[in-house]
């Protein structure tokens, strides 16, 4: 068995990696100051950007929930990988081949990575299913939905041949054992014993962010399959179907470029919104769209705004409805405007791009209603507004949905839009729509509002914010950025000079100290190792300095504000010892030797000081 992989190889892996490019498949990064970029953590819940990453560093750390780290960290925590498997997948990613030391045992293969593979070879049997005679059902059906060999081949579209063991034959010839395939959910087992999960359906590989398949929703053909009209993947290790959003990995960029997302409600749906041009379209995988479908999306788009835009198309029907009414329940976790689209006549996207053409899917979308006013129009469906009686039941059944609008410039303006709704006075709505928020909070949130997302633990560290604001701690701090950011740019005298210095601020003296063993800053990686050897409490402050965007708009001006930083450092030390040296002269005689001593340093002092101003 191969043994752990070179120290060597591990560190070349991750030099040549860009830790931008891996965290931004998951996270819109937008640029924050010189060298640094900034989203929403993808390891808790938050209105607004905490979450930094130092490129040039290999580094990130959240400032709110204190994690950080280094590309692997990111990997292990995300995909609940192995450090082995991290390694491994992004060696494959950047076409490196790796080297491992005999006669050391490997670490613990978790088993993750071969439920991807194994996914990964079905999604490949799929496909070339897809061509044979068997499958003519299949391509018969996506053809009379205006999808042709082109579109199935971009959306990975195949075949599950009727057999009971196709797939599972084939991938045992590629060494895929029974109990693999039975965790990646792409076998069954009954009485008679393991058999496909999927056969005689049109299969759709379902993928996660990165693009790696990760399970398969599938659709019955024929009559005497018994089965569900959609069989999806069972949960598994990798695949969990509160968390995917079917066509993201083909969505995500132009979704992080527009601040704009499209929700639809199937395979098929997203097909033909991206082929008509709606390149922002993703679907849930048989479940309803939910909090976790929404802390997902509002990474990728960076919601940090209300400059971005959330469209759901439902269809009119009851189960439409009230999947809308579901979905308006947890919209108010984005930052952006939600819409609701409904197609004309009922139609569908799919429906609606084969009876009418592209250009009516993309009026679809243009022409969405924000879901407030859908919602309202829900409520009041049922009443009967040419009765005094139908009005006022009208009226109190929608009024808590805008008493649950908290901007204060919206809300009055959903009062006037219910009155003008119901064909009631503006005052009269505007009273019953402020009992209505008065009304019991945990009753009106049932009615209207999602659960609130569950703070992170209070975690026990500290942070910048713990700093004392005092002058002293504002240089160290500075410095102590500036140091590990573009340390590696400074003369490297004035810098060992400068982290010599004693700080007077207890965590920041914890960092420096560490720093200032550093052996080599020119070195890539210096200052992730150094956060790592800081001692706690103080390693989540090391993480925030590292990260922090220093407060400069080039590098070339923040390295001259680092240099002036280590500079004023130094001056610190040298007026700190000659005042200590004035008041030990006070004590000892003038003519003795100690005071000589003492006198010819003060000179020295002095004179260091004014090569230091010099060199301004």
């Given at each position: 068995m191969a043994g752990r992989i070179r120290q060597a190889d591990v560190d070349e892996v991750k030099a040549r990696t860009d830790i931008a490019d891996i965290i931004g498949e998951r996270v819109a990064l937008k640029p924050a100051g010189v060298g640094s970029m900034k989203g929403l953590c993808p390891f808790h819940d938050e209105r607004s950007p905490s979450f930094n990453v130092r490129p040039q560093v290999g580094f990130y750390h959240c400032f709110g929930c204190g994690e950080s780290g280094d590309v692997y960290t990111f990997l292990r925590r995300m995909d609940h990988l192995s450090f082995t498997e991290a390694v491994e997948r992004l060696a494959g990613r950047i076409g490196y081949a790796l080297h491992y030391e005999d006669g050391v045992a490997a670490?613990?293969?978790s088993g993750r990575a071969r439920l991807y593979e194994a996914n990964a070879a079905a999604a490949e049997y799929f496909r070339a299913q897809l061509a044979t005679g068997e499958a003519d059902a299949g391509r018969r059906f996506l053809g009379e939905r205006g999808f042709d060999a082109g579109a199935a081949a971009h959306f990975g579209v195949g075949f599950a041949p009727r057999g009971w063991s196709g797939m599972l034959d084939a991938l045992s010839k590629r060494g895929f054992s029974r109990e693999e395939l039975l965790a990646a959910g792409l076998v069954s087992q009954g009485q008679r014993g393991v058999y496909d999960r999927f056969r005689g359906r049109l299969v759709w590989p379902i993928r996660d962010v990165t693009g790696q398949t990760i399970g398969f929703g599938a659709r019955r053909l024929f009559d005497d399959d018994n089965g569900p009209k959609y069989l999806n993947t069972p949960e598994t290790p990798i695949y969990r179907k509160a968390q995917v959003l079917y066509?993201?990995?083909l969505a995500k960029r132009d979704v992080s470029r527009q601040h704009r997302v499209v929700v639809v409600e199937g395979y098929t749906?997203?097909?033909?919104?991206?082929?008509?041009?709606?390149?922002?379209?993703?679907?849930?995988?048989?479940?309803?769209?939910?909090?976790?479908?929404?802390?997902?999306?509002?990474?990728?788009?960076?919601?940090d705004s209300q400059a971005g835009e959330v469209v759901f198309t439902f269809d009119p029907d009851a189960a439409g409805q009230k999947a809308a009414l579901r979905a308006f329940a947890d919209a108010k976790r984005f930052h952006a405007q939600t819409y609701v689209a409904?197609?004309?006549?009922?139609?569908?996207?799919?429906?609606?791009?084969?009876?009418?053409?592209?250009?009516?899917?993309?009026?679809?979308?243009?022409?969405?209603?924000?879901?407030?006013?859908?919602?309202?129009?829900?409520r009041i469906a049922t009443y009967d507004l040419a009765s005094v009686e139908g009005r006022i039941g009208a009226l109190r059944s929608a009024a808590p949905v805008v008493a649950d609008l908290r901007d204060p410039l919206i809300q009055p303006e959903y009062v006037r839009v219910l009155a003008r709704r119901l064909g009631m006075d503006t005052e009269d709505v505007r009273r019953e729509v402020e009992r209505a928020g008065r009304r019991d909070p945990d009753e009106r949130r049932r009615m209207t509002a999602a659960p609130a997302a569950e703070e992170p633990a209070p975690v026990q560290r500290v942070t910048i914010a713990h700093l004392p604001r005092t002058p002293d701690a504002a240089l160290e701090r500075d410095a102590l950025m500036g140091f590990l950011q573009f340390g590696h740019r400074l003369d490297t005298a004035l810098l060992r000079r400068a982290v010599d210095q004693p700080f007077r601020t207890p965590g920041l003296e914890a960092v420096r100290q560490v720093v200032a063993e550093a052996a080599d800053v020119s070195r890539p990686g210096w200052a992730v190792e150094a956060i790592d050897a800081v001692r706690e409490p103080y390693r989540s402050l090391a993480s925030e300095l590292l990260t922090m965007p220093f407060p400069a708009s080039t590098v070339e001006i923040a390295e001259a504000s680092t240099t002036d930083l280590a500079r004023r450092l130094v001056r610190r030390g040298l007026q700190t010892e000659k005042t200590e040296l004035l008041g030990a002269i006070q004590r000892v005689p003038a003519d003795s030797e100690q005071g000589r001593r003492i006198r010819l340093r003060l000179r020295e002092l002095d004179v260091e000081r004014q090569r230091i101003d010099a060199e301004d």
């Open positions: 670490p613990q293969n066509g993201l990995d749906d997203v097909m033909a919104c991206h082929l008509a041009g709606v390149t922002t379209a993703i679907a849930t995988c048989g479940t309803a769209f939910g909090a976790d479908h929404i802390s997902v999306l509002r990474r990728v788009m960076g919601d409904t197609g004309p006549d009922g139609l569908d996207p799919c429906d609606l791009r084969l009876q009418r053409g592209d250009g009516a899917v993309r009026g679809l979308i243009e022409s969405k209603a924000p879901m407030v006013e859908f919602v309202l129009d829900q």
